[in-house]
Structures are given as C-alpha cells and as structure tokens.
C-alpha cells in the first residue's frame, strides 16, 4: 500500500518540493478505487473548500507522472486519468454504461506473450496496456 508521506519523502530527499497541492493529489490518487481525471481532482479540491487553479493540477499531475509515481491511463473516451503507480501489474474492467472501473489482476501472466510478440517482431516493448470493456452488474 502506498502512503503519500512515503511517496513525498523520496521526492523532498531527491531535491523536490513538498507543497499541500501534491499531497493531496497524492492522497485521492492513493485513496480512489479507480484512476482520476484532473477535473475529478478538481472537484475534490473544491469539495475541501481548497480552491486549486487546474493549471497548478495539471502542472502537479505533469510533475508526478515524470518522477514515475503515478501513471496515465485513457479509456478509450478521451479522458485522461491517473493512478499511483501500482507495485503489482494489474489491468482494468471499465463499465461502459456507467463507467465504473476497477482492477483486475490476471492469473496467467502476460510476460512470456509480451517477449515472444518482442522477439518475432525484433521490437522492444517498453510497457502494455490491456483494458476489458463491458457491463458491470449493476448495469445489466
């Protein structure tokens, strides 16, 4: 599990800032069940009574994304969200009614797929994504 005072230590010990703006969106990327977009970190600024330009926040996501501790993850609608990045790999169920995402971990890894696809296509893969597309339980 991740905690954004652990995450904040390794930043401020590499020569980087600690402000308040970067915990908290630390702390909403750590506490979400599902990857935010900026305007949901937005409105939980908002919902704190702590007004935040959305240029600080891209700015911060922007920031964060370079160090390596969170990620980028689109949909397929457009729509950039961020998530810490994991310590294990996990891929994602998304809702399309409701848009309702989680984690999915696979049981079978990927990994000796990935290296054949990198050997017989002589290309280096540097990461993947695999997303499954759907109607959660709710929905149906």
């Known amino acids: 599990m991740h905690e ?15 402000t308040k703006v970067r915990k908290l969106v630390l ?14 970190i ?6 704190r009574k702590m007004p935040v330009n959305k240029t600080t926040i891209y700015r911060e996501l922007a920031f ?12 397929g609608d457009n729509t ?3 998530e810490v990045t994991p310590d294990n790999h996990h891929h994602h169920i998304v809702c399309i009614n409701c848009d309702k995402i989680e984690d999915v971990i ?5 990994d000796m797929e990935e290296k054949a696809i990198a050997q017989i296509k002589n290309f280096k893969i540097l ?14």
């Open 106 to 110: 696979l049981e079978k890894d990927l």
């Open 4 to 18: 954004s005072s652990h995450i904040l230590k390794g930043l401020k010990d590499q020569g980087h800032k600690f």
């Open 64 to 75: 964060l994304k370079g160090q390596g501790v969170i990620r980028e993850l689109q949909f």
């Open 42 to 47: 937005q409105k939980a600024f908002l919902a």
């Open 80 to 82: 950039m969200r961020y």
């Open 127 to 140: 990461n993947h994504s695999l997303e499954f597309y759907g109607i959660c339980e709710r929905c149906q």
């Open 27 to 40: 702390d909403l990327l750590i506490k979400s069940p599902k990857p935010l977009s900026s305007p949901d």
